[in-house]
Nanobody, 128 residues
Framework: VQLQASGGGLVQPGESLRLSCKAS????????MGWYRQALGKARELVAT??????????KYADSVKGRFTISRDTAKNTVHLQMNNLKPEDTAVHYC????????????????????WGQGTQVTVSS
């Protein structure tokens, strides 16, 4: 599986961006996709995950982005989007998408080490 992230940029506080992560290769094995971010000098942290289970899709968000960010999957285009609204300066970071074939029935992802595939990062800068 190869992942291609796009959509980053420079915006002012309160504005929006939509990141996209297009998957190619054997996409049928993907059960979880996620967005992580890494600010300068900080550790990479979870932003949001999308999990496919036997019965439904489950989305999870970091507390810092709940109510502002939405992760969604466009199955026809093999793409996961991250809609980011009301952006804040603290959202400034390189954002990475990731995918794994592992299954998590509750949608709870224990840590980022479970991801088998990572895309290149896309820079998001929020500044006035």
């Amino acid at each position: 599986v190869q992942l291609q992230a796009s959509g980053g940029g420079l915006v002012q506080p309160g504005e929006s961006l939509r990141l996209s992560c297009k998957a190619s290769g054997d996409i049928t094995i993907i059960n979880v996709m996620g967005w992580y971010r890494q600010a300068l000098g900080k550790a990479r942290e979870l932003v949001a995950t999308w999990t496919r289970t036997a019965t439904t899709d489950i989305t999870k968000y970091a507390d810092s982005v709940k109510g502002r960010f939405t992760i969604s999957r466009d199955t026809a285009k093999n793409t996961v989007h991250l809609q980011m609204n009301n952006l804040k300066p603290e959202d400034t970071a390189v954002h990475y998408c990731a995918a794994t074939r592992r299954r998590f029935s509750t949608g709870l992802i224990p840590n980022q080490n479970v991801f088998d595939n990572w895309g290149q990062g896309t820079q998001v800068t929020v500044s006035s």
